[in-house]
């Protein structure tokens, strides 16, 4: 399929090994976080979601880390799988409104 | 279908020729989004609708670009005198006031 990140950054992982993804945000005022994955000629889809209020969230194989003193955003992958191969954007929202504000994304490449 | 649908999938348009993608929300859904992704990029919010009202649109990159929901459900991102630089995916998302955002696969314009 065609290739939706041709200039950003890449993370390969051997399947079953953990994943981290970063992204630093620029709003201190931002208060509401979420990771989404991005197929090859899908939408973004939802992973998981964390309030300023909380500092870990965690979901199914999944953990999002939020470190508000240095403006930084982790998504954490455990026994990553191929299917999990996508780019992830962090998103972050600062309005009232779900104006939310993409990050730029990291690919995630899964060797078998 | 149960989600986001968006049309045409995929447009291809001569510079200067006026475009309409259209987007059919989530039943229900009251909020509505339209996001632009250029290639390699994270999405860039356009405009947002609460029903049929366009609460904001300071996303709109000129006033070639208009958006509509008349009836509060259907959504259309018109786009008039296309230029190269209007070449993005065009994605919708629509949620129930500000719960999750839920997205299309979007809307491939690529003008020539």
């Known amino acids: 399929g065609e290739s939706v990140g041709l200039h950003l950054p890449t993370l390969s992982v051997q399947e079953g090994d953990n994943s981290i993804i970063n992204c630093a945000y620029s709003n201190s005022a931002s208060d509401y976080f979420i990771w989404y994955k991005q197929e090859s000629g899908k939408g973004p889809q939802f992973i998981i979601d964390?309030?300023?209020?909380?500092d870990k969230r965690q979901g199914q194989r999944v953990t999002v880390l939020l470190n508000k003193t240095v403006k930084h955003l982790s998504l954490q992958i455990a026994a990553t799988q191929p299917g999990d191969s996508a780019v992830y954007f962090c998103?972050?929202?600062?309005?009232?409104?779900?104006?939310?504000?993409f990050g730029a994304g990291t690919i995630l490449r899964v060797k078998s | 279908g149960a989600g986001v649908s968006q049309s045409p999938r995929y447009k291809v348009a001569k510079r200067g020729q006026d475009v309409a993608l259209r987007c059919d929300p989530i039943?229900?859904?009251?909020?509505l989004f339209w996001y632009q992704q250029a290639l390699g990029q994270g999405p860039e919010f356009l405009t947002y609708f609460q029903n049929e009202a366009q609460l904001d649109k300071s996303g709109l990159p000129s006033d070639r670009f208009f958006a509509e929901r008349p009836e509060g459900s259907v959504s259309t991102l018109k786009i008039q005198r296309t230029q190269q630089e209007d070449s993005a995916v065009y994605l919708c998302?629509?949620?129930?006031?500000?719960?999750?955002?839920?997205f299309g696969e979007g809307s491939r314009l690529t003008v020539l």
């Open positions: 039943s229900g859904h009251v909020s």
């Open positions: 998103a972050e929202n600062t309005e009232y409104g779900n104006k939310l504000v």
């Open positions: 964390i309030r300023s209020n909380m």
């Open positions: 998302a629509s949620s129930f006031y500000n719960g999750e955002l839920f």
